[in-house]
């Protein structure tokens, strides 16, 4: 089997990039815990990728595999989430006694953010059939490429701890944990300029 090529996507690839994220996502803790009946995270997460990492394809700094199995959505430097519309869809989807701690992940998420500029990773994901398969590594490699031709920092939050070794792969390192109420911890990474 060759390996999976990454290529920056278009603009009319988001419904099928988004899905592909959606699939991704189905057992992370923190997005799992903040969506945790079925319906209601099929309903809303679609909506917070598009909300939170939509604007990748606006910016052409949204990757995927040939094959739609696995996206990286990353936001350049000066451009943030639409943080109005993602409050929206908390507010809707988000059950509400647990939208305190939601929303103070939340704050913390986007104070969190080094002030040098810096790429940032919203979103990354790969299809669960095609885990530990090189998927994400393609997509990932495809996406620092970028942020070194500029010499420039990238930034994420690991919402999975089974995904920090592979943050750490590429150069990541840990720079601190938000966590609220009863929330998982989410990881704060950077990769310094190169």
Not at 143 to 159: F, K, N, P, Q
Request: charged share 20%; aromatic share 10%.
């Amino acid at each position: 089997m060759p390996d999976p090529v990454a290529m920056t996507a278009a603009p009319e690839d988001a419904p099928r990039l988004i899905s592909s994220l959606v699939t991704a996502f189905a057992a992370d803790p923190f997005i799992r815990w903040m969506f945790p009946d079925a319906e209601q995270y099929l309903r809303s997460f679609p909506l917070v990728l598009t909300h939170f990492a939509g604007g990748a394809f606006d910016h052409g700094s949204a990757f995927r595999t040939a094959d739609y199995r696995a996206a990286a959505l990353w936001l350049p430097p000066g451009v943030a989430p639409d943080e109005a519309a993602l409050g929206a869809v908390m507010e809707e989807g988000v059950a509400p006694d647990l939208q305190a701690e939601v929303f103070g992940v939340l704050e913390e998420v986007g104070a969190g953010h080094p002030d040098e500029a810096h790429w940032y990773l919203p979103a990354m994901g790969a299809d669960p059939t095609c885990q530990r398969k090189g998927y994400g590594s393609a997509v990932m490699a495809e996406s620092l490429r970028r942020c070194d031709e500029g010499h420039i920092a990238a930034y994420l939050e690991s919402t999975n701890p089974a995904n920090i070794p592979f943050y750490q792969r590429f150069g990541f390192d840990v720079v601190g944990d938000i966590q609220s109420g009863s929330s998982p911890v989410v990881t704060r990474m950077l990769r310094a300029a190169r």
